[in-house]
């Protein structure tokens, strides 16, 4: 067994174990990401795409395994191919990624917390505004998109009073005629930013990284076929027209 082929097989096994790490961290960050969908509409995309790429990854691991025992330049390819592209699409989602952590995040959590408060209901204790604000306010302490101010700027109480919802409240507040007196005195729109933000750039850093190691991949599969093609033409050779030296009576 030559170095090229025991290099690829290592390789691919390394990428079946690390596809089912890539599927079950994309499984754990669906989850947690679940809990910020609110945000944007496509705001779990990436941890989607991981789960996607990590399939993919396995599938093409399995089959990189077994054109490594045989000798078929074409499946060889093939695999090389195919594994590029998944290369291509893991870095094109990294970049995406980045891109939107660092530019569009913060102005597409702001947008959709200004569009929450504006539709949340003070009398209605089952609307998905009122229950997303609060889980919000209540998980990271805090009042209003950038300050609580935004609250007595959009929802004024009727008699002019300030009109925070009780999440905002720093002691909890049993409802009916309360007012809360007493609130949070930062907005939510840099916590959340930051945790939705950090996750999302941890993913696309891991996707880079796992791109630079299936590029080794694609370079094992070359001189796997480089291999492949000299053995070939070593069998071709016609050794009873050498002499003893090697060289041709022709």
């Known amino acids: ?16 174990c690390s596809s089912v ?34 399939c993919c990854l396995l599938v093409i691991s399995i089959f990189g395994i077994t054109v490594s025992f045989g000798s078929s330049t074409i499946l060889i390819n093939g695999y090389a191919i195919l594994l590029a592209a998944i290369v291509v699409l893991q870095i094109s989602a990294a970049v995406a990624g980045f891109s939107v952590s660092a530019c569009r995040s913060k102005e597409i959590i702001s947008d959709t917390m200004t569009s929450l408060i504006q539709s949340y209901d003070h009398q209605n204790d089952t609307t998905t505004s009122r229950e997303t604000i609060d889980w919000i306010q ?7 998109n950038k300050s609580p101010d935004d609250w007595t700027a959009l929802k004024p109480a009727e008699d002019g009073s300030k009109n925070y919802p009780f999440s905002c409240c720093v002691h909890e507040v049993d409802g009916g ?21 950090d996750h999302v750039a ?49």
């Open 21 to 54: 790490l890539i599927v079950t961290a994309g499984i754990i960050a669906k989850i947690f990401v679940g809990n910020y969908d609110f945000l944007s509409e496509g705001i779990s995309i990436f941890s989607t795409l991981w789960i996607a790429a990590g």
């Open 138 to 144: 209540s998980k990271f302490h805090c009042c209003g």
């Open 177 to 197: 005629n309360a007012q809360c007196t007493d609130h949070f005195k930062n907005g939510c729109l840099n916590d959340v930013h930051g945790i939705v933000s």
């Open 202 to 250: 941890m993913i696309s850093l891991i996707a880079l990284v796992v791109a630079a190691v299936q590029i080794i991949g694609i370079f094992a599969a070359y001189l796997r076929n480089k291999a492949i093609r000299n053995s070939r033409k070593l069998d071709d050779t016609d050794y009873t027209k050498l002499d003893t030296k090697g060289h041709s009576f022709y």
């Open 1 to 16: 067994m030559n170095c090229s082929k025991c290099l690829l097989i290592f390789l691919n096994v390394l990428y079946l």
